[in-house]
Structures are given as structure tokens and as C-alpha cells.
């Protein structure tokens, strides 16, 4: 297991390097790495870091391996919340992270389980297909945003929307990586908790644990991290699906004790390399990073609900 | 003399066109042209950020981006409807000769070719004379300024600096090769530092602005929190154009046209 953790630590020691050296101009280094480079890197870290983590957490205490931010609506509900709170100037933040974009994803995610339970179960696609169509609401509320805002902010909305890590400062950057590492430090404290919900919902009280309250703390923090993440970089697709598969792929377990710090860094070291692709490949422009996601993200989508559907996973 | 002031065909209300604009250039050019008192009896409507000459205000305003109001634009029951090639969408012109209106499409507006996009215009509105008036006007203030320019060059003054032009915050978007600013940075003897893309306003990141570091920074103040803007770039102590302060904010409204004022606001800059 070692191994797996030093192969994950150098992977991200790579991408790191790469996102920062780059196609870097070195006749002005210092300046581009202290305020463009950094930033980017560690904002990178803590986003793709967060949202692996969130994935893998969703798709447990969910019982549902298609589940992630992106594909419940909560990404949109959070993008959705932060324009509300922009437009109608409520001003609640944290380090310049909006926290409507919080209210926004909270407010989706428990919509979608109230639906759910009325539903036919969590077991079923129908969480993906009422996800997908809370999606769609919220898309078309920041679509009539976006008709209604001034012109000139609109090409701004657009690019932050696809996901943009470029406008984040330093600050920013280490509050949000904090925040990833408080809540995934706490996943992984309580990682016991989750692993029962590996049995079912009909088990998970047997092991001791309350499944109502882990399950609604972990929407909880869910939600706070997700928000945030939104309201810094806008939407980010797949990384909370593709990673957590991946990463028990290589583990051949989920268990969380390994599960959650392994997701970690392998969520930081995607969205890192997704990043520097994104601000190199085509300079001197800019591709929007969570365009290249869904790009790879969208396949993996497709080839893991064929594979749920023939009872493979 | 009574009986021939009686006479003489004097236009009606009724019989006078009725003109709607698509673009703010148009309508700019359109009162140069026809001349403010008569444009302003014939111009029904015009797109929004139609503001000079400040009458223009009182005009009905059409949102246009990112399309405008057909039945809107039909009810004003215009005679002649302008539309520009790069600024409004061909579906929606199509749509309006369906209607059955008169639209006229103008090509898009370049530097160094606007005495003919002038008289063309002159043309539509069928006051040549106006035209060739607006289009003299249009290459005197040219020469005027490539004098100014060789003027500088002859003091001993920088011949060529390389400048930034940003549109808009955040993504960045700055002006290129396709950009009647591209060339008017050249009729000065400056240079655009992003002229080598094609698009008219491409979107740029930040480092590739540190990379071709410009000896100025122009930013439109169309862009939101334009001092935010300047702000931003300050920090960046080794670009030539923070270490001069050379950072200026300039006036949208003079800029985003290829009009006299374009003209009148370079020759204030040099």
C-alpha cells in the first residue's frame, strides 16, 4: 500500500512541476510563478482534490456509482446559487469564495434525495435522470440570468461557467485547499462510518452508525466544499466520477481508510496536469479547464452506465 | 414670396424616411452624414449604446446582443434598416427582409478603408454630398495624425511602442489583428501587441501579456471595475508598461467605433 501512496505523491510532485514550468517564459519567472503559476497550482490542487473526495463520498453514502457533483445538478445549483446571490448582492463570503454558491448545491442536493425517497429508491438510475434534470432547471435559471445580465458580463459568466482557474489569487488558493484538507481529513477520520454504508442501507445500522446523520453530514460538507469550489473556479465536470473509479480500480478495495487520502491526491494531480494543458496548449490563449474534463470525463460517463447496467458494477 | 414659400415641396413628417441603426458606428456616422437635425427627425431607432451624440439617447433603443427584437424593430414601421455584417446575426436580417423592410448590410468597419465604408453608407442614405463631406473629414484627421506621428518620431521620441489593449477583466479579451484598433495603432506608428491574431477581440491569458510585455496598457472602460482592472496588472512591477506607468484608462465610447472621435481621442494620446 506504500507504494500506491508514493507513486500518488510523485505523480502530484510531477504535475505540479509541470503546471509550473511549462512553456514558461524565464526572463520573467520569478513574477509569473509567485502570481499567476502558484496560485493556479495550488488552487488546482484543492479543487481536484475536493472534488474526487466529494465523488467518492457521494457515491457511497449515495449508494450510487454514477454520483458525483456534475452529474446531480449540484455543480449547477451551486453555479445558480452564487449568480442569485451575486445578482441580489448578498455579499456572505469566505475569502472571496461566494457563499450562495453553497445555499445553491445544499439546496439541489436535498431536493434531489427528498425526490428520491419518493422515488424509486437510491439504487436506481432515477437519482441520475432527476440529477440531470435538476441540472437542466438550474442551467436554464442561469440561462435567463445570463439573457437578462449586462452584455459585457456575459462572455465573463460563459468562460467562468466552463470552468476558469485563472481569476483566483493566492488567498483564495490556500483557503480552499485548507477547506479540501479539513473535510477530507475528516471523511477520512470517519471513514469506518462510510465503509458501512458499503453493505447497504439496510446494514449500515447494524454496524452502529446512525445512517440518517453520517449520510446528512456528509451532504453537508458535500455541499460546503462543492459550493465553494463553484464559486472559485465555476463547474469542473467528471473529476468526482472518473477519480474514485479509477482510484479503486488500483486499491482494489473501497475501503475508505485508503480510498479518501488516495482520491485526494489523485484528484489534485488530474485537475493539475488538466490545468497546465488547459493554459499551454494553445497560448496565447486559454482553454476553459472544464471544457478538457468533460471532454474525457463524458466517455468514461457513457462506458460506466453501459457497465451498470449489465450488473458489472 | 409668400406664394412661393407656400410652394416649394416642403417634406412631410410622413414622407420622410424612417431610419433604424444596428450599431452604435452607424448611427454615429449616420448623423455625421445626414447632419444632427435632419438624422434626428429620420432616426426611429437605434441600437443600444447609441449615446453621441448625446440626442441619440432619446431615440428609441434596440437591445441587440445577442439578437434584437424582430417585432420590436417591426413596429417601429422603419423605411430603412441598417445592420452591420460582424455585429448582427444573418438569420435575424433575413428574418426582417421576410417582413418585407428595406435592410441595408454594412461590411465591417476597417481603418484604413473607411472613406469607402462612409461613402457607401452615404449611398444607403441617399446623401452623397454628406458622404463625401463626412469621408474628407475622416482623411484629414488620418493625415493629420500620421503627421503627428512622424512629428514624434523626427523629436527623437520613441518610433514604435508596443501596446495592450484590454477589453474586458475577466477572461481577458484584448483586440486583434481583425480590430480596426490594430490599424489605427499602426496610422499612429505604434503596434498592437496581440496583431498577430486573427480574431477581431480574441481572449488572451495573463502571462501571455507578461510574455510579449507591452510598453502600454490601454484599458476601455467599458470593461467592469476598470480600476479593478489596473489594479491587477500593477503588481506586475517588471512589465514596461507598470515600470513607466504607462497604464491608462480610456474611454469606450471613443474606442469600440471607428468614428472621428477614434480619431480626435489618438491624436489626444500622442
Redesign the interface.
Known amino acids: 500500500m506504500k507504494k500506491k501512496y508514493w507513486l500518488a505523491g510523485l505523480a502530484l510532485l510531477a504535475a505540479v512541476a509541470i503546471s509550473l514550468f511549462l512553456r514558461l ?1 524565464f526572463s ?1 519567472a520569478a ?2 510563478l509567485r ?3 502558484l496560485p493556479r497550482a495550488l488552487i488546482a490542487i484543492g479543487v481536484g482534490s475536493a472534488l474526487a473526495v466529494s465523488g467518492a463520498v457521494m457515491q457511497t453514502v449515495l449508494s450510487n456509482p454514477l454520483a458525483e457533483p456534475y452529474t446531480l445538478g449540484i455543480a449547477s445549483g451551486a453555479a445558480f446559487g452564487a449568480a442569485i446571490a451575486t445578482t441580489f448582492g448578498w455579499k456572505i463570503s469566505f475569502f472571496g469564495l461566494n457563499a450562495g454558491a453553497v445555499v445553491g448545491a445544499l439546496a439541489v442536493l436535498v431536493l434531489l434525495l427528498k425526490l428520491v425517497v419518493r422515488g424509486q429508491g437510491r439504487q436506481s438510475d432515477s437519482m441520475i435522470l432527476l440529477g440531470i434534470m435538476l441540472s437542466l432547471t438550474c442551467a436554464s435559471g442561469l440561462a435567463i440570468w445570463m439573457a437578462l445580465a ?7 459568466i460563459n ?2 461557467l466552463l470552468g ?1 482557474l ?2 483566483v489569487g493566492l488567498s483564495t488558493a490556500l483557503a480552499l485547499l485548507g477547506l479540501s484538507l479539513v473535510i477530507s481529513g475528516y471523511f477520512w477520520f470517519f471513514s469506518r462510518k462510510l465503509d458501512a454504508f458499503l453493505f447497504g442501507e439496510d446494514w449500515v445500522e447494524g454496524f452502529g452508525v446512525s445512517y440518517r446523520q453520517t449520510q446528512r453530514i456528509a451532504i453537508l460538507l458535500i455541499s460546503i466544499l462543492v459550493g465553494f469550489c463553484v464559486s472559485a473556479v465555476g463547474m469542473i465536470g467528471f473529476v468526482g466520477l472518473i477519480i474514485p473509479h479509477l482510484v479503486r480500480r488500483h486499491l482494489r478495495t473501497s475501503l475508505h481508510f485508503h480510498l479518501i487520502p488516495l482520491c485526494f491526491l489523485w484528484g489534485a494531480v488530474a485537475l493539475t496536469l488538466g490545468d497546465a494543458l488547459a ?1 499551454s496548449v494553445s ?4 482553454l476553459p479547464v472544464g471544457a478538457l474534463t468533460s471532454l474525457v470525463g463524458a466517455p468514461v460517463f457513457i462506458a460506466l452506465f453501459i457497465r451498470r447496467r449489465r450488473g458489472e458494477i | 414670396m409668400v406664394f412661393w414659400a407656400t410652394a416649394l415641396p416642403v417634406a412631410s413628417a410622413a414622407s420622410l424616411p424612417r431610419i433604424v441603426t444596428l450599431t452604435p458606428g452607424i448611427a454615429e456616422w449616420t448623423v455625421e452624414i445626414l447632419g444632427k437635425a435632419q438624422a434626428l427627425k429620420e432616426l426611429v431607432g437605434v441600437s443600444e449604446y447609441s449615446n453621441y451624440p448625446p440626442e441619440l439617447k432619446k431615440i428609441a433603443a434596440l437591445s441587440v ?2 439578437r434584437f427584437s424582430i417585432e420590436r424593430i417591426a413596429s417601429l414601421k422603419p423605411t430603412l434598416i441598417i445592420a452591420s455584417e460582424d455585429a448582427n446575426r444573418p438569420e435575424q436580417v433575413e428574418k426582417l427582409r421576410r417582413l418585407r423592410l428595406h435592410v441595408e448590410v454594412m461590411p465591417p468597419e476597417k481603418f484604413n478603408g473607411m472613406e469607402a465604408w462612409v461613402r457607401k453608407l452615404a449611398g444607403i442614405l441617399n446623401a452623397p454630398q454628406g458622404g463625401r463631406i463626412a469621408a474628407k473629414k475622416w482623411s484629414d484627421g488620418i493625415a493629420e495624425l500620421k503627421r503627428q506621428s512622424a512629428h514624434r518620431v523626427s523629436e527623437g521620441g520613441h518610433p514604435s511602442e508596443q501596446v495592450f489593449i484590454q477589453v ?4 481577458i ?1 484584448t483586440v486583434g489583428g481583425a480590430s480596426f484598433l490594430s490599424e489605427a495603432l499602426q496610422a499612429i506608428g505604434d503596434h498592437n501587441i ?1 496583431s498577430d ?1 486573427k480574431e477581431a477581440y ?7 501579456v ?4 507591452p510598453d502600454r496598457i490601454w484599458i476601455l472602460d ?3 471595475s476598470t480600476e479593478e482592472i489596473r489594479e491587477s496588472w500593477k ?4 512589465l514596461k508598461a507598470v515600470a513607466k506607468d504607462q497604464i491608462e484608462v480610456l474611454s469606450a465610447d471613443d474606442f469600440a467605433r471607428c468614428s472621428l472621435r477614434l480619431l480626435n481621442a489618438l491624436k489626444r494620446l500622442h
Not at chain 1, 449586462?150 to 465573463?156: A, E, M, R, T, W
Not at chain 1, 497560448?283 to 486559454?286: A, D, I
Request: hydrophobic letters at 35%; charged letters at 30%; zero cysteines.
Open positions: 517564459d520573467n513574477l509569473i502570481e499567476l503559476r449586462d452584455p459585457l458580463g456575459v462572455q465573463s468562460f467562468w476558469d485563472s481569476r493554459h497560448e496565447p490563449r486559454e | 446582443v445577442p474586458q477583466g475577466s477572461p479579451v496581440f491574431l480574441p481572449k488572451v491569458s495573463r502571462e501571455a507578461l510574455k510579449r510585455n467599458a470593461a467592469a503588481k506586475f512591477s517588471g
